[in-house]
């Protein structure tokens, strides 16, 4: 089966850390590219990160530039996204997405996601 | 950065009838050297991730039923659902592709009337 699935979230506090990953299968993950999208409880969706699919490269949203980075390891078939100094509004569930196959650089949509993984930042 | 707004925020239709929504950027998202819109469409469930409908505007993802469909181009695109089904029940969001960052309308909710 063709899917995507997070884990890494939880409840932690203002300037803390935390790491999500995303499994995926079914598919050849090394030939796409990946990326997260958050969406806030009750707001719309945002992208955070992207990365190209052997890794050399990556992109932010200005928001999270500095704080947040994403990593891939294609033997593992897994995406990561390592975030630090987590702030108040970086509350979301984080998805993981693949990225379309028609999509060129800076030009991202998305054909599959992953239910996301709640982080909630609070104290 | 690109807006995009969508109307309305909440729609109710019948079983069976057209259900129409509407998406507007605040700049063009058509590239006249591929003579393509840049924008998709996703549809999301209750406790469900988004599932991509429709890219390049008008063109239905794999698996997607033909019920669905989206036109426009410029700044104005609609996506419309000819004959509603129940499990249509979900919000909808556009999203422009065109340039970074990429952005999505605020969503709508479509329910059954």
């Known amino acids: 089966e063709v899917q995507l699935v997070e884990s890494g979230g939880g409840l932690v506090q203002p300037g803390g850390s935390l790491r999500l990953s995303c499994a995926a299968s079914?598919?050849?993950?090394?030939?796409?590219?990946m990326s997260w999208v958050r969406q806030a409880p009750g707001k719309g969706l945002e992208r955070v990160a992207n990365?190209?699919?052997?890794?050399?490269?990556?992109y932010y949203v200005d928001s999270v530039k500095g704080r947040f980075t994403i990593s891939r390891d294609n033997a593992q078939n897994s995406l990561y996204l390592q975030m630090n100094s987590l702030r108040a509004d970086d509350t979301a569930v984080y998805h993981c997405a693949r990225v379309g196959p028609g999509s060129a650089t800076g030009n991202w949509y998305f054909d599959l996601w992953g239910r996301g993984t709640l982080v909630t930042v609070s104290s | 950065d690109i807006v995009m707004t969508q109307s309305p925020d909440s729609l109710a239709v019948s079983l069976g009838e057209r259900a129409t929504i509407n998406c507007k950027s605040s700049?063009?998202?058509?590239?006249?050297?591929?003579?393509?819109?840049?924008l998709a469409w996703y549809q999301q469930k209750p406790g469900q991730p988004p599932k991509l409908l429709i890219y390049w505007a008008s063109t239905r993802e794999s698996g997607v039923p033909d019920r669905f469909s989206g036109s426009g181009s410029g700044t104005d695109f609609t996506l419309t659902i000819s004959s509603l089904q129940a499990e249509d029940v979900a919000i909808y969001y556009c999203?422009?592709?065109?340039?970074?960052?990429?952005?999505f309308g605020q969503g709508t909710k479509l329910e059954i009337k």
């Open positions: 079914g598919f050849t993950f090394s030939s796409f590219w």
């Open positions: 700049q063009s998202i058509f590239y006249s050297s591929n003579n393509k819109n840049y």
């Open positions: 990365i190209r699919r052997d890794g050399s490269e990556k």
């Open positions: 999203q422009q592709y065109y340039s970074t960052p990429q952005s």
